[in-house]
């Protein structure tokens, strides 16, 4: 990266430029010749006693002594992806929101309050929200009211419900929410989970050369669905309600050996996108091209009714999935972080 002007490196970042992305370049050792740097790029989230915060894209916050800055500059928002279809943030984010319907919700100025909840499994005390997503603050405005009088609204509502609080805020692309994340991390709001939300053209998927005829398409999830996916217990209603929710909802099935499917997914078809989600092969079954013909079964559907983007969320840490969807030809576009209150 370029930070001279005539030669010469200059700090060029102030206080003022907090929430503004910037480009800085540390001391971090060595002697007088042989000096270490390192440098962060990133959104300013704030410059408190003499301590910059930098939020980078996956929304890992780095802190820089200013008295360590030999050089920085504000720069331009991150680049849009230029594989892919054009796409905002914002419009991601509903799209992912009404993909992932909770089963009640309220209004909080700008944010959405979720709620999923069904009993503890074996009948034990308290209540199990399904998915995070269905089951946290969605900040996507303003709230109408202080962020601390928000937070204590917030942490009230779903302790009603006797659900832990959580907030989803997005990190790495324009008008993604580093500052609101910020704060939260100051009020001792703490991440505990990172995905990222990828995006491709739809097109190509569909035209993959995958065994699609072994994958059944249906509207409705039905029992078998549900012995392969992994992401609940014993389902309740409120699991069912939350998956079959949706603009156009389909499952693919790929039946097994047994009365557990080999593998599964789910599409949902919302104007221009269709967002993958619950894509699970069983390990006896892996490495069969099974995901890609579930996948391209449901992207041909998705053609079929009009979509021509695709959009799906994918944990960070889960590598083999990753590296699935980037050979498919999805690139990231944002990241997303699940934020639990204290």
């Not at 270490?36 to 003499?50: A, E, I």
């Not at 942490?155 to 790495?172: C, D, F, H, N, S």
């Not at 001792?188 to 994958?215: C, F, K, M, Q, Y």
Request: with cysteine; charged share 25%.
């Amino acid at each position: 990266m370029e930070f001279t002007a005539g030669g010469r490196l200059e700090v060029r970042v102030t206080p003022a430029d907090v929430g503004k992305r910037v480009s800085v370049r540390q001391l971090t050792g060595g002697g007088p010749g042989a000096e270490k740097f390192t440098d962060t790029v990133g959104v300013l989230t704030s410059w408190d006693n003499g301590v910059l915060l930098i939020t980078r894209r996956t929304g890992e916050s780095v802190r820089v002594p200013a008295a360590a800055l030999v050089a920085g500059k504000v720069v331009p928002a991150a680049p849009a992806r230029r594989r892919g279809p054009a796409a905002t943030f914002e419009e991601l984010a509903r799209a992912g929101a009404r993909a992932w319907q909770p089963v009640e919700s309220e209004r909080l100025g700008g944010w959405t309050l979720r709620a999923a909840a069904g009993p503890a499994p074996g009948g034990g005390p308290g209540r199990v929200g399904f998915t995070r997503r269905a089951n946290s603050a969605l900040p996507l405005g303003d709230p109408g009211m202080e962020l601390d009088a928000a937070l204590t609204r917030t942490r009230r509502w779903y302790g009603e419900r006797g659900l832990p609080a959580y907030a989803q805020i997005a990190t790495g692309a324009a008008d993604t929410q580093e500052l609101l994340g910020a704060e939260l991390e100051r009020r001792g709001w703490r991440s505990e989970v990172t995905a990222e939300v990828r995006i491709g053209a739809l097109a190509p998927l569909g035209d993959r050369d995958a065994d699609v005829a072994r994958v059944r398409l249906d509207r409705a999830v039905d029992e078998s669905w549900l012995r392969r996916y992994q992401r609940t217990g014993a389902p309740g209603p409120h699991v069912r309600q939350v998956l079959g929710a949706g603009p156009s909802v389909w499952f693919a099935t790929v039946p097994g050996a047994g009365d557990v499917p080999a593998a599964i997914g789910r599409c949902v078809t919302d104007g221009r996108w269709a967002g993958f989600m619950a894509v699970e092969v069983g390990p006896e079954y892996r490495r069969q091209g099974l995901a890609t013909a579930v996948m391209t079964a449901l992207a041909r559907r998705a053609l079929e009714e009009g979509a021509s983007a695709a959009w799906l969320q994918v944990e960070t840490d889960n590598d083999a999935a990753r590296a699935l969807y980037e050979g498919m030809g999805f690139t990231v576009h944002h990241h997303y972080h699940h934020f639990r209150s204290p």
